[in-house]
């Protein structure tokens, strides 16, 4: 397969070249300004995009226990869509995946899906915070990284030993920080929004109290950690004054975070209500600072599934958190990040490909000569409306807004695995 006369671009190396990629037997075999000869199939990415596949470390696809919201089936179609080629689900399903069975379970069908799906696997046995799990075990078993996500872990003791282990094993443990001891109301800012409704909701603190912590004891036993989604501007700097300590931590920064603000709960309701909350104006610039100088290392979209009913029940203090993301991911950065001149294109593809392999330990996110010929092909200028999604759930509050960036092919090992049908029909 030729993809000719493409705008490549490899985070990596920092290649930004208008050229044509060759791919051989699932692998890149040549870059070059022109490949002459002939092909089983070439494909036009003349005014295109061509980068790595996008990897996103943060997804809920709800299997086992709660298929009618997202399967791994259908959220790895979702994945392809958005321009996807490997995702991290969580932990957090029905079974919770804390141990051997349930784990071997779920690997064999994300083992079927078109594109690279990895799982995670929890830190304590049944989410308690209490009883650590058999993490070696596990990471043998190709779980890839640890996490009570959905859940902070309040036990200090419990955290203490499991760094402790996590050290010892060479493993990531990713945290969703938020005290519950400090939240009336989950889902809400603690702000002049959530006041208006009538509702209390999670203050800053919740989060940036948790942040501190960890930061603090991942500097103390060198563990290496990860800040889940992160949303207040003091958990923000946080990390950046840890990181200049010299702990192993690094930060996710969601697409609805540097996005929206508290305000899209007037429009949305809850659309826009997500752990940690969607906070203020100030909080979301400080995201985008964050990204900007590499406190915040990866954009992870927290795919979130839920049916129309449960979002839409009468009480929103009674509707469940989350939205779905992989679909909408790469057209809000490039929507919010890159045409407004915060972060230039390569920038972000680099936080949302090559920067989550590395810290996680994945294949992919290079393209390169020699590597596997997992790509995205995009239109950064084409505008999109989403009304209808691959995902089983439409839970989101970008549904029919205009946002730009297309994907148009997505390929894993060299084969594609979407196409976008609807844009060559309109062309045709």
């Given at each position: 397969?030729?993809?000719?006369?493409g705008?490549?671009?490899d985070p990596?190396?920092?290649?930004?070249?208008?050229?044509d990629?060759?791919?051989k037997?699932?692998?890149?075999?040549?870059?070059?300004?022109?490949?002459?000869?002939?092909?089983?199939?070439?494909?036009?990415a003349?005014?295109?995009?061509?980068?790595?596949?996008?990897?996103?470390?943060?997804?809920?696809?709800?299997?086992?226990?709660?298929?009618?919201?997202?399967?791994?089936?259908?959220?790895?179609?979702?994945?392809?869509?958005?321009?996807?080629?490997?995702?991290?689900a969580?932990?957090?399903?029905?079974?919770?995946?804390?141990?051997?069975?349930?784990?071997?379970e779920?690997?064999?069908?994300?083992?079927?899906?078109d594109?690279?799906?990895?799982?995670?696997a929890?830190?304590?046995?049944?989410?308690?915070?209490?009883e650590?799990?058999d993490?070696?075990?596990?990471?043998?078993?190709?779980?890839k990284?640890?996490?009570?996500?959905?859940?902070?872990?309040?036990?200090q003791?419990?955290?203490?030993?499991?760094?402790?282990?996590?050290?010892?094993?060479?493993?990531?443990?990713?945290?969703?920080?938020?005290d519950k001891?400090f939240?009336?109301?989950?889902?809400f800012?603690?702000?002049?929004?959530?006041?208006s409704?009538g509702?209390?909701?999670?203050p800053?603190?919740?989060?940036?109290?948790?942040?501190?912590r960890?930061?603090?004891l991942?500097?103390?036993?060198?563990?290496?950690?990860?800040?889940?989604?992160i949303?207040?501007a003091?958990?923000?700097e946080?990390?950046?004054?840890?990181?200049k300590?010299?702990?192993?931590?690094?930060a996710?920064?969601?697409?609805?975070?540097?996005?929206?603000?508290?305000?899209?709960?007037?429009e949305?309701?809850?659309?826009?209500?997500?752990?940690p909350?969607?906070?203020?104006?100030?909080?979301?610039?400080?995201?985008?600072?964050?990204l900007?100088?590499?406190?915040i290392?990866?954009?992870?979209?927290?795919?979130?599934?839920?049916t129309?009913?449960?979002?839409?029940?009468?009480?929103?203090?009674k509707?469940?958190?989350?939205?779905?993301?992989?679909?909408?991911?790469?057209?809000?950065?490039?929507?919010?990040?890159?045409?407004?001149?915060?972060?230039?294109?390569?920038?972000v593809?680099?936080?949302?490909?090559?920067?989550?392999?590395?810290l996680?330990?994945?294949?992919?996110?290079?393209?390169?000569?020699?590597?596997?010929?997992?790509?995205?092909?995009?239109?950064?200028?084409?505008?999109?409306?989403?009304?209808?999604?691959k995902?089983?759930?439409?839970?989101?509050?970008?549904?029919?807004?205009?946002?730009?960036?297309?994907?148009?092919?997505?390929l894993?090992?060299?084969?594609?695995?979407?196409?976008?049908?609807d844009?060559?029909?309109?062309?045709?």
């Amino acid at each position: 397969m030729l993809i000719r006369a493409g705008r490549v671009i490899d985070p990596l190396s920092g290649f930004d070249q208008i050229a044509d990629v060759l791919i051989k037997n699932g692998k890149i075999v040549k870059i070059a300004k022109k490949i002459e000869g002939d092909f089983d199939q070439v494909i036009d990415a003349k005014g295109l995009v061509v980068s790595p596949g996008l990897i996103d470390m943060h997804v809920h696809f709800r299997q086992p226990g709660m298929t009618h919201k997202e399967t791994i089936e259908s959220g790895s179609m979702a994945a392809a869509r958005g321009g996807f080629t490997s995702v991290i689900a969580m932990a957090n399903t029905k079974p919770v995946i804390d141990n051997p069975h349930t784990l071997k379970e779920v690997l064999l069908i994300m083992q079927k899906q078109d594109i690279k799906v990895y799982s995670a696997a929890a830190i304590s046995k049944n989410f308690g915070g209490k009883e650590l799990t058999d993490m070696k075990t596990l990471k043998e078993m190709g779980a890839k990284v640890f996490t009570d996500d959905g859940v902070g872990l309040d036990n200090q003791d419990f955290i203490k030993k499991a760094m402790k282990k996590a050290k010892e094993l060479d493993l990531v443990l990713s945290f969703h920080e938020e005290d519950k001891s400090f939240i009336k109301n989950p889902g809400f800012n603690k702000g002049k929004i959530a006041e208006s409704l009538g509702i209390d909701g999670a203050p800053n603190v919740s989060e940036d109290v948790m942040v501190a912590r960890d930061g603090a004891l991942a500097l103390h036993y060198g563990t290496k950690i990860d800040i889940q989604h992160i949303s207040s501007a003091n958990s923000v700097e946080l990390v950046r004054a840890y990181k200049k300590m010299g702990a192993n931590i690094f930060a996710e920064a969601t697409p609805h975070h540097f996005s929206l603000t508290e305000e899209a709960i007037i429009e949305h309701k809850a659309l826009a209500k997500m752990n940690p909350p969607l906070r203020t104006e100030k909080d979301r610039l400080a995201i985008i600072r964050g990204l900007q100088d590499d406190t915040i290392e990866v954009i992870a979209t927290d795919h979130a599934p839920h049916t129309d009913e449960e979002k839409n029940i009468k009480d929103i203090r009674k509707a469940p958190s989350g939205i779905i993301g992989l679909e909408t991911a790469l057209s809000l950065a490039i929507t919010n990040l890159v045409r407004p001149g915060y972060l230039t294109l390569k920038e972000v593809i680099k936080k949302m490909s090559y920067n989550p392999a590395r810290l996680i330990g994945l294949e992919g996110g290079i393209l390169q000569e020699g590597y596997p010929a997992d790509l995205v092909i995009f239109d950064e200028d084409r505008l999109v409306k989403y009304s209808k999604f691959k995902s089983k759930s439409s839970n989101s509050p970008f549904k029919d807004k205009l946002l730009f960036g297309l994907v148009l092919y997505t390929l894993v090992d060299g084969k594609i695995i979407y196409r976008n049908e609807d844009y060559y029909e309109e062309e045709k």
